[in-house]
């Protein structure tokens, strides 16, 4: 065995090393992914990527580990789906030295996603570490880990699926001996990884598409909170009491962009729930939360298109659709959650991004896009990665894009405060004034929504 990696860097002139378009100066990894770029450990994709957020699986994930640490690896046909794939050689080697097992029915799964805990025991393993052993298999690699403060701090559970820059930054860590940055631990991380199957749960998988068909209220799922606090009615309301999609119309649009769409209107001195619940004036838009067949995520990109009409007032600043977090965890149902990001129009019609941001007391950030009312459909793109937590850190992120074009990007975010809370379902709202208990509609006006679909990674 050796440690090769300063051996391999000899051999690779700088010349040959090149930023990557997708990891930014700010990138929290950015160290970490140029030192594994420099030791020539991973390579980055032929368009000039790293693609920082990717998932490794199983198969690339032990041949990394292999490559880096030892001069050669043999063997083959050591588990019934690993026989003369390119990865045999590695993933057998590895198991002859005890770094990786197999799952209860003899297979490896190689194209199965890695989870920190096996990454782990395959680190742990090969670079010597060790911890105290516990109840569960995983605790000595995790705490050996953790010893060498070598659990980026966006790992926030056990079976959390490892990406491109989650490996990088271990090993950056790990081999240059850093051990100066915030740690996870195996105490911070808790429980227990649930076990392995083909997806979350029955039928529910990512990336997932909101229905646009005649049953579309059916199903996507819409969350009724009837258990929040009862509180009194001049004190506030509960926006999602009772399901109001009365003014939202879906509308079959045959040779268009999208075969369908949901039109949501705004009626002439209509505003918000609140101005509706404390002015007796109607209801402006919809505001309500749709779960359809989402599953809970701590990352989460959300595409959607959006469509003014030519006649539309932006003198009335109003909100656009988004992503909730906390709904089926927090103890105070959506009333006792502010774990959510989405986007809006100011009164100049500028786009301006909402969320539950810990960092200040402004919940808004107004972008450089003016938003145009021009009867065309524009993308826009949320992709979000939550803070961790107990501690509330400012390490979380987020992106937004306007037709392909990124308006903002913050990595030192914090959405939530408990750890149970994830992303888990979509924010459909899209109301007037929000907040703003003095703006109304100034005349019947819509705007037309469509192409709804979220991840847990990068779509």
């Not at 378009?21 to 994709?45: L, M």
């Not at 198991?95 to 029915?105: C, F, S």
């Not at 001049?234 to 509308?251: M, P």
């Not at 709202?429 to 979220?454: H, N, P, Q, R």
Request: aromatic content about 12%; glycine content about 10%.
């Amino acid at each position: 065995m050796k440690i090769s990696f300063l051996l391999t860097a000899l051999l690779i002139p700088v010349t040959a090393l090149a930023s990557f378009s997708d990891v930014s100066v700010h990138h929290q990894n950015k160290a970490a992914i140029d030192y594994v770029q420099s030791k020539g450990i991973v390579k980055g994709y032929s368009d000039g990527t790293f693609g920082p957020n990717k998932s490794i699986n199983r198969a690339e994930f032990t041949k990394i580990i292999i490559e880096s640490l030892y001069d050669s690896s043999t063997g083959g046909s050591c588990f019934p789906d690993v026989t003369d794939q390119w990865f045999a050689k590695y993933v057998c080697y590895a198991k002859t030295l005890g770094m990786i097992g197999g799952y209860p029915d003899g297979t490896f799964q190689p194209e199965r996603p890695v989870q920190f805990v096996e990454a782990a025991k395959i680190i742990s393993n090969g670079f010597n570490l060790s911890g105290e052993k516990g109840d569960e298999w995983f605790a000595e690699f995790v705490r050996g880990l953790a010893s060498r403060n070598a659990i980026p701090v966006n790992i926030r559970s056990f079976n959390q699926e490892l990406t491109r820059a989650d490996m990088a930054e271990i090993i950056h860590r790990l081999d240059a001996k850093i051990s100066h940055l915030d740690s996870g631990s195996y105490e911070s991380l808790g429980g227990t990884p649930v076990a392995r199957t083909q997806s979350f749960s029955e039928g529910k998988k990512y990336p997932y598409s909101f229905p646009l068909s005649s049953n579309w209220k059916d199903e996507w799922n819409f969350y009724i909170d009837n258990d929040a606090p009862v509180i009194e009615a001049d004190d506030g309301i509960n926006l999602v009491a009772k399901l109001d999609l009365d003014r939202v119309e879906r509308i079959e649009e045959p040779g268009g962009k999208f075969p369908a769409l949901l039109r949501v209107h705004y009626p002439k001195g209509a505003g918000s729930n609140f101005i509706a619940h404390f002015y007796d004036k109607a209801k402006a838009g919809v505001v309500a939360i749709g779960q359809g067949k989402m599953m809970p995520t701590e990352n989460i990109h959300l595409r959607y298109y959006v469509r003014f009409p030519e006649d539309f007032d932006f003198g009335t600043s109003g909100s656009l659709p988004g992503v909730k977090g906390g709904i089926t965890t927090s103890n105070y149902g959506v009333l006792g959650s502010d774990y959510f990001v989405g986007a809006g129009w100011t009164k100049k019609g500028e786009l301006s991004i909402h969320g539950g941001f810990q960092d200040e007391f402004d919940i808004s950030r107004i972008t450089e896009i003016d938003l145009a009312a021009d009867n065309e459909w524009h993308r826009i793109d949320i992709i979000a990665r939550s803070n961790t937590v107990p501690v509330r850190r400012l390490n979380g992120s987020l992106i937004v894009q306007y037709d392909g074009e990124q308006v903002f990007n913050n990595n030192s975010i914090s959405f939530r405060s408990r750890a149970d809370d994830v992303f888990d379902a979509l924010g459909f709202f899209s109301t007037i004034g929000t907040l703003d208990t003095f703006t109304v509609a100034k005349k019947d006006m819509y705007l037309d929504l469509a192409g709804f679909i979220v991840s847990d990674k990068p779509l």
